[in-house]
């Protein structure tokens, strides 16, 4: 099974600051790497696919990259509604979640 | 507008099954695989398996195997999860999810199933 790494475990930052969150596979899954947001109480919502490509929707200031066994999500100038939890998910075998991020306010 | 919508909540004791069902509506439903994703409270998202598009062919996650069952009504645009011999680790959120080929874009709201003596 591939295990996807996500670091840090929780991140503190402030509206407008840049986030850099990390998912490290155990194996090289390519690019067959996505990203989804889950804000408390709601399902998650797909944010990026194909490691760098943002879903319909979504603004500018999330970004993702990366191939092989390392991907960034950055989002750049942190809004209110961004503060959530993140998951990274690969496809390349089988399917597996990061254990996940989470972004809070400072 | 594309929805899944799930089955209600359960209660169920320990050793006994479960069965949660996703109705699909807002598109062909025959044109895409589905998921089963669960996240136990306060915890992370977790794969169970998947059923693809024709009903014909399902693939479960190691940890789940022997143990659910994912089944699709193509006449009702219906998919079916079944998991038994619950435990008390077992309570959690499930989800169906809808796959678009490169990534999960389409979620039930989720069924919350708890196991309890």
């Known amino acids: 099974e591939i295990v996807l790494t996500q670091s840090p475990a929780t991140l503190s930052l402030s509206p407008g600051d840049r986030a850099t969150l990390s998912c490290r596979a155990s194996q090289n899954v390519r690019t067959y790497l996505a990203w989804y947001q889950q804000t408390p109480g709601q399902v998650p919502r797909l944010l990026i696919y194909d490691a760098s490509n943002r879903a319909t929707g979504i603004p500018a200031r999330f970004s993702g990259s990366g191939s092989g066994t390392d991907f960034t999500l950055t989002i750049s100038g942190l809004e209110p509604e961004d503060f959530a939890v993140y998951y990274c998910q690969q496809r390349s075998n089988s399917f597996t979640f990061g254990q996940g991020t989470r972004l809070e306010i400072k | 507008q594309v929805q899944l919508v799930q089955s209600g909540a359960e209660v169920k004791k320990p050793g006994a099954s479960v069965k949660v069902s996703c109705k699909a509506s807002?598109?062909?439903?025959?044109?895409?695989?589905m998921h089963w994703v669960r996240q136990a409270p306060g915890q992370g998202l977790e794969w169970l398996g998947i059923?693809?598009?024709?009903?014909?062919?399902?693939s479960y996650a190691q940890k789940f195997q022997g143990r659910v069952t994912m089944t699709r009504d193509t006449s009702t645009s219906t998919v079916f999860m079944e998991l038994s011999s619950l435990k008390s680790e077992d309570t959690a959120v499930y989800f169906c999810?809808?796959?678009?080929?490169?990534?999960?874009?389409?979620w039930g709201q989720g069924t919350m199933v708890t196991v309890s003596s």
């Open positions: 807002g598109y062909t439903f025959t044109n895409y695989h």
């Open positions: 059923i693809n598009r024709s009903g014909g062919s399902t």
């Open positions: 999810v809808r796959d678009r080929t490169d990534a999960f874009d389409v």
